[in-house]
């Protein structure tokens, strides 16, 4: 009995998971719950208020009265109202009970292996010491790398800091394409350490693991579990937009937990917050020490009537003829996936190889993994590629960058993808526009302040 009880623990602890969904025996559950060693929660609840009634989902945190549906439940036999925020990890409902493990704290092994070998850089171990030291505090720090600083590299000794002392750690992005990239640097440096990775899809773990790779949106599930939380790309979409999301990384939290932030492009509030609290490392310089890409704006005008009527705009189709016959892999930004699948058929007349991708398209991963091996030439993507990937010597360019969609940070992001590699630090970082926008001159402006402050 001990042994299923410990089990069940091994599970659920740190965990905020429906109660009818939990994969262990109902009797095992109840007697568990009777024993006060599970504790349950309400899914929604509802008070009365000034204004009428407000609803609170207790998995996801969410308070935005739009998201909250009423319908008739056969479970309860009444009026019963679920939130719509994280409807697709299941439907929580006024009658959904929620567990949460409440009996013995889990204990996780001190003994860890970083077998990570390279050297940093003298600004990269200064920000890696000052992250541990704002972690000693328990003082949330703020990591701002420019692209291709080696912000994950920088990371591996305070994650490895934290692992020796027993904690339990979590590694978060807003994106699933930033995690794939990250899953397998973080087990080839941690070996013997027991990793689970989490994103839309994918099954928890019945193991308990100390360190946790996930996409914030899973984060919802979790409830003071982690003893850290590293949060990569902090100003990606949608969690910067998303209130709920943020709510997750502190609902996560184990009380009075450092939060720390890693970015190249970080919010001013990110800036200001970690300023007044003295925990903030930047990093104007390239890890390979090379400067950042400028970007090249080039007119390209009427491209959205010559993609519509079939046509391939001159200057466009140069750029990418120039890139196949040099063999150098390509990736090419659209603001809209109906003009990217548009002029999709047009660039595989160049090249049949050649795909396109977005977020909801079912072979995105498998397609960036035969770019990197040079299997595709090129790839046409949203914006959901201009971050958290790295592909050798790949030369980048932007359709239409005078959309609105190409912030600043977008665009700083999108450059960030070339001149990764320490033997091709440079290549094309080609602005394609029908006009230059504001976001287009600050993105250019930042870039070059950022290379001043890296000493060219």
Same mark, same amino acid.
């Given at each position: ?8 623990? =091994? ?13 262990? %025996? ?10 006060? /060693? ?30 909250f ?48 070998? $390279? ?6 171990? /200064? ?11 328990? =003082? $949330?720090?703020?990591?701002s ?42 087990r080839a ?8 990775v ?9 193991e308990?693991? /100390? ?29 910067t ?39 903030? $490392? ?12 400028? %970007? ?7 491209? /959205? ?16 003829? =120039? ?41 995105r ?11 595709? %030439? ?44 320490k ?25 070059? =302040? ?7």
């Amino acid at each position: 009995m001990k042994e299923v009880d410990e089990a069940v623990n =091994k599970f659920l602890a740190g965990r905020i998971w429906h109660r009818e969904h939990i994969p262990f %025996p109902i009797e095992q559950i109840d007697r568990l719950i009777s024993e006060k /060693q599970i504790t349950l929660m309400r899914g929604i609840t509802t008070k009365k208020a000034v204004f009428g009634i407000k609803h609170f989902c207790n998995r996801c945190h969410n308070d935005n009265q739009s998201l909250f549906t009423h319908f008739d439940c056969a479970k309860c036999k009444g009026p019963c109202t679920y939130c719509r925020n994280c409807l697709k990890m299941a439907r929580v409902s006024n009658c959904t009970e929620l567990a949460i493990w409440s009996g013995e704290a889990l204990q996780f092994p001190t003994e860890h292996r970083l077998d990570w070998h $390279s050297e940093l850089t003298n600004l990269q171990q /200064q920000a890696s010491d000052e992250l541990i030291a704002s972690h000693k505090q328990k =003082k $949330s720090h703020l990591i701002s790398a420019v692209c291709g600083a080696g912000k994950t590299e920088i990371i591996f000794e305070p994650i490895a800091y934290c692992l020796k002392r027993g904690e339990r750690i979590c590694l978060a992005a807003p994106r699933v394409d930033v995690i794939l990239e990250l899953e397998p640097r973080l087990r080839a440096a941690f070996p013997e350490t027991t990793i689970d990775v989490l994103y839309g899809g994918q099954k928890p773990s019945l193991e308990p693991t /100390q360190l946790i790779l996930a996409t914030t949106h899973q984060l919802y599930r979790f409830h003071e579990a982690f003893d850290a939380l590293f949060i990569d790309e902090a100003d990606a979409f949608p969690y910067t937009a998303d209130v709920t999301l943020q709510r997750a990384v502190q609902k996560a939290a184990k009380p009075n937990a450092p939060i720390h932030f890693i970015t190249a492009t970080p919010s001013q509030k990110l800036l200001q917050d970690a300023n007044k609290r003295k925990a903030l $490392s930047e990093l104007p310089r390239r890890y390979h020490g090379h400067p950042l890409p400028m %970007p090249t704006f080039t007119a390209l005008w009427r491209y /959205q009537q010559q993609i519509n009527k079939g046509k391939l705009p001159k200057v466009l189709r140069q750029w990418i003829e =120039k890139c196949l016959q040099n063999k150098q892999p390509f990736l090419l930004f659209f603001h809209h996936i109906q003009l990217m699948n548009e002029a999709l058929p047009l660039i595989q007349a160049l090249d049949p190889k050649v795909e396109a991708v977005h977020a909801a398209h079912p072979d995105r991963k498998q397609f960036v993994v035969e770019l990197r091996n040079k299997e595709r %030439p090129g790839l046409l993507t949203t914006t959901i590629l201009e971050r958290g990937i790295t592909i050798r010597n790949v030369q980048v360019a932007v359709i239409g960058a005078e959309q609105s969609i190409f912030t600043k940070s977008a665009l700083i992001q999108i450059g960030g993808r070339v001149g990764r590699s320490k033997d091709a630090p440079a290549g094309d970082f080609i602005l394609f526009h029908h006009g230059i926008s504001y976001a287009m001159d600050d993105a250019k402006k930042e870039i070059a =302040k950022l290379n001043v402050k890296g000493g060219f």
